[in-house]
């Protein structure tokens, strides 16, 4: 009974154990800082000491932080750590430093890097990819965080070998081909990260304070992280993270379990994997559950089964053997054989026979063995199972008890009057609703940039709410099939409107111009013709003269206008000259000759000027 008891501890602390065995999880942390060709980084040295502490924190069994590696040393704890990623359930590496993009493929900077050409690259850098291989080996969740989005002072400098090769802004974005894998990147594809003016960067500040919470998601983790940091950055820093999860969820510190009822006992999936095992009962089944669980109370019991069913092979065929034995000794005696020959014969079967007996022995040793490690699991699982209901009660009466204290101490310290009640809940529920301490005119301006990002507005983000921005938004909610108040920016609005991840508003384009992606482009239409109505490239058609007849009405009308203006004095041409000189005859008078008379007077000899 004393080995019995002291199996049933030694199994009991087993199996609480059981899963900080069970899920083991490794981390690497590199920072660097100190590069010897470009200035120094100030933060990413600060930032893997304190995401490096996160995790031993968080209970990782091995975490490694490496500051200011050179290419050699980068490699070189890659290699190491993808050899202690084998047996790990979890693996995690961190990196905060420099990094570029070459063609689409991302690289991590040791410090040692001079980068004075584009060729360089594949020389003096270690590929992401080759961070993702470190990871592989793990089996439940592969985790690489990339703080390597910042401004690259390298890609300014460098030579382009070949004119056409891109260097990107950032790091690309990648799609993780193995299962159980993500990706986050402290900024979107294609954008730098911002180092903030603290001791550690925005985006690792945000990872210490969420990625450690105990039951949370990583994928809402990481949610959680990349509103700390657009908020941080006044939204001008996006983190993303690339890859993919199951459906269960994936925490990076288990939640821990509360007393409210019977809890299911950790090890259930092993122990119905054996009992599936043991009614199987041969040897594939069992070698089947000893690859998936190689250590552990149960594997020990499996090897016993094993153990077992070896020993009942090993009888079948001594058992044969002595059959044959037998046969040859009666055959031999058949055809009498020489007496040499038969006493040859006698011999082999007996020990051939006393083989089968040893064997049948072990057999039954191996079955009485096994039988009773069969019955100790029982007496074992049952055991815990009493002790774990009895503790789970009793955690329950004594939370039930809290409770009732709590409940009566609240009754007892009941505010005198509902107002005091009334403004206590005040209290309580205002600092959960309570939105960012931001100014009317730097909400207005956060709203204006979201509406541009969507293609709602085009003028500038000025802060300035006026009848263009609530056209925007008034817009929005037509093309999002959202109810806004457009009067004024929210941000209920700002939350809504960043929920788009793409254009909403359709892009309006001028007569003569297209959209192309997100701009207006110019038609261009090749020689001999030209953009018609519906802004399409048409043939110029020849114009050919066309013979027109005279509007007669019109003509009729000028003619009788004419007839009936009286007529104006004419200019006669003629001129008249004496002593002054020669003039033009007024309109309207003519020259007489000097014989006439003119106003009852006798002509002076000179030709006169009459008018009528």
Not at 252 to 258: F, Q, T, W
Not at 295 to 312: D, T
Not at 314 to 319: H, L, Q, S, V, Y
Not at 568 to 575: D, F, H, I, R, V
């Given at each position: 009974?004393?080995a019995l008891?002291?199996?049933?501890?030694?199994f009991?602390?087993?199996?609480?154990c059981?899963?900080?065995?069970?899920?083991r999880?490794?981390?690497?942390?590199?920072?660097?800082?100190?590069?010897?060709?470009?200035?120094?980084?100030?933060n990413p040295?600060?930032?893997?000491?304190?995401?490096?502490?996160m995790?031993?924190?968080?209970?990782?069994?091995?975490?490694?932080?490496?500051?200011?590696?050179?290419?050699?040393?980068?490699r070189?704890?890659?290699?190491?750590?993808?050899?202690?990623?084998?047996d790990?359930?979890?693996?995690?590496?961190?990196?905060?430093?420099?990094?570029?993009?070459?063609?689409?493929?991302?690289?991590?900077?040791?410090?040692?890097?001079?980068?004075?050409?584009?060729?360089?690259?594949?020389?003096?850098?270690?590929?992401?990819d080759r961070?993702?291989?470190?990871?592989?080996?793990?089996?439940?969740?592969?985790?690489?965080?990339?703080?390597?989005?910042?401004?690259?002072?390298?890609?300014?400098?460098?030579?382009?070998?070949?004119?056409s090769?891109?260097?990107?802004?950032?790091?690309?974005?990648?799609?993780?081909?193995?299962?159980?894998?993500?990706?986050?990147?402290?900024?979107?594809?294609?954008?730098?990260?911002?180092?903030?003016?603290?001791?550690?960067?925005?985006?690792?500040?945000?990872?210490?304070?969420?990625?450690?919470?105990?039951?949370?998601?990583?994928?809402?983790?990481?949610?959680?992280?990349?509103d700390?940091?657009?908020?941080?950055?006044?939204?001008?820093?996006?983190?993303?993270?690339y890859?993919?999860?199951?459906g269960?969820?994936?925490?990076?510190?288990?939640?821990?379990?509360?007393?409210?009822?019977?809890?299911?006992?950790?090890q259930?999936?092993?122990?119905?994997?054996?009992?599936?095992?043991?009614?199987?009962?041969?040897?594939?089944a069992?070698?089947?559950?000893?690859?998936?669980?190689p250590?552990?109370?149960?594997?020990?019991?499996?090897?016993?089964?094993?153990?077992?069913?070896?020993?009942?092979d090993?009888?079948?065929?001594?058992?044969e053997k002595?059959?044959q034995?037998?046969?040859e000794?009666?055959?031999?005696?058949?055809?009498r054989?020489?007496?040499?020959?038969?006493?040859?014969?006698?011999?082999?079967?007996?020990?051939?026979?006393?083989?089968?007996?040893?064997?049948?022995?072990?057999?039954?040793?191996e079955?009485?063995?096994?039988?009773?490690?069969?019955?100790?699991?029982?007496d074992?699982?049952?055991?815990?199972?009493?002790?774990?209901?009895?503790?789970?009660?009793?955690?329950?009466?004594?939370?039930?008890?809290?409770a009732?204290?709590?409940?009566?101490?609240?009754?007892?310290?009941?505010?005198?009057?509902?107002?005091?009640?009334?403004?206590?809940?005040?209290?309580?529920?205002?600092?959960?609703?309570?939105?960012?301490?931001?100014?009317?005119?730097?909400?207005a301006?956060?709203?204006q940039?979201?509406?541009?990002?969507?293609?709602?507005?085009?003028?500038?983000?000025?802060?300035?709410?006026?009848?263009?921005?609530?056209?925007?938004?008034?817009?929005f909610?037509?093309?999002?099939?959202?109810?806004?108040?457009?009067?004024?920016?929210?941000?209920e609005?700002?939350?809504?409107?960043?929920?788009?991840?793409?254009?909403v508003?359709?892009?309006?384009?001028d007569?003569?111009?297209?959209?192309?992606?997100d701009?207006?482009?110019?038609?261009?239409?090749?020689?001999?013709?030209?953009?018609?109505?519906?802004?399409?490239?048409?043939?110029?058609?020849?114009?050919?003269?066309?013979?027109?007849?005279?509007?007669?009405?019109?003509r009729?009308?000028e003619?009788?206008?004419?007839?009936?203006?009286?007529?104006?004095?004419?200019?006669?041409?003629?001129?008249?000259?004496n002593?002054a000189?020669?003039?033009?005859?007024?309109?309207?008078?003519?020259?007489?000759?000097?014989?006439?008379?003119?106003?009852?007077?006798n002509?002076?000899?000179?030709?006169?000027?009459?008018?009528?």
């Open positions: 009974m004393g008891r002291f199996f049933l501890i030694v009991a602390v087993w199996l609480g059981g899963p900080a065995m069970a899920e999880r490794v981390a690497l942390v590199i920072g660097n800082s100190a590069y010897k060709s470009v200035p120094r980084l100030t040295a600060n930032d893997a000491t304190l995401v490096g502490g995790f031993k924190k968080a209970g990782f069994d091995d975490v490694d932080v490496r500051l200011d590696l050179n290419a050699a040393d980068m070189r704890s890659l290699r190491e750590f993808a050899g202690r990623t084998r790990a359930q979890v693996a995690v590496i961190y990196y905060a430093g420099h990094g570029i993009e070459l063609d689409g493929t991302n690289y991590l900077i040791p410090t040692d890097a001079a980068l004075e050409t584009d060729g360089d690259v594949l020389d003096e850098t270690v590929a992401l961070a993702l291989f470190a990871v592989e080996p793990a089996k439940q969740l592969r985790l690489v965080i990339l703080d390597a989005c910042r401004d690259n002072p390298f890609a300014k400098t460098m030579k382009r070998t070949v004119a090769r891109a260097i990107g802004r950032g790091l690309a974005k990648i799609e993780p081909t193995s299962p159980n894998t993500m990706i986050a990147f402290a900024a979107k594809a294609g954008s730098t990260a911002s180092d903030g003016d603290s001791k550690n960067s925005p985006f690792a500040a945000a990872l210490v304070e969420r990625l450690p919470t105990p039951g949370l998601d990583l994928r809402k983790a990481f949610g959680f992280v990349r700390d940091v657009l908020k941080n950055t006044g939204y001008k820093q996006e983190p993303y993270v890859g993919s999860l199951g269960d969820d994936v925490p990076l510190i288990a939640a821990k379990p509360v007393a409210t009822g019977p809890q299911a006992n950790p259930d999936a092993v122990r119905r994997d054996y009992e599936l095992a043991l009614q199987a009962g041969d040897r594939d069992w070698e089947a559950f000893l690859q998936t669980y250590e552990g109370f149960y594997a020990n019991l499996a090897r016993v089964q094993l153990k077992k069913i070896g020993a009942e090993a009888r079948a065929a001594a058992a002595a059959r034995a037998e046969d000794k009666a055959r031999l005696v058949a055809e054989a020489k007496k040499a020959e038969q006493d040859k014969a006698a011999a082999a079967a007996k020990a051939a026979e006393d083989a089968r007996l040893a064997a049948e022995k072990a057999k039954q040793v079955e009485a063995k096994a039988a009773a490690a069969e019955q100790r699991r029982k074992a699982e049952a055991a815990v199972a009493k002790a774990l209901a009895e503790k789970q009660a009793a955690e329950k009466a004594l939370a039930d008890k809290i009732n204290d709590k409940a009566a101490a609240e009754l007892a310290a009941k505010p005198a009057n509902d107002k005091a009640q009334g403004e206590q809940k005040v209290a309580a529920v205002t600092p959960a609703q309570s939105s960012p301490s931001l100014s009317p005119q730097e909400t301006k956060l709203v940039s979201e509406l541009r990002r969507v293609g709602c507005l085009a003028a500038s983000a000025d802060g300035e709410w006026n009848a263009s921005s609530q056209r925007s938004l008034t817009l909610n037509k093309y999002a099939g959202t109810k806004l108040d457009a009067k004024l920016a929210s941000f609005a700002l939350d809504a409107i960043k929920a788009k991840p793409g254009r508003c359709p892009l309006v384009c007569h003569g111009f297209k959209a192309d992606g701009a207006c482009v110019k038609i261009a239409c090749r020689a001999g013709y030209r953009v018609n109505d519906d802004n399409e490239c048409e043939k110029v058609q020849d114009k050919k003269p066309v013979a027109t007849r005279d509007d007669a009405k019109k009729d009308d003619r009788k206008k004419s007839e009936t203006t009286p007529a104006k004095p004419q200019a006669t041409g003629q001129l008249i000259c002593n000189g020669c003039r033009p005859v007024k309109p309207g008078c003519r020259v007489v000759p000097y014989q006439r008379f003119k106003h009852g007077t002509s002076t000899g000179e030709a006169q000027e009459e008018c009528n």
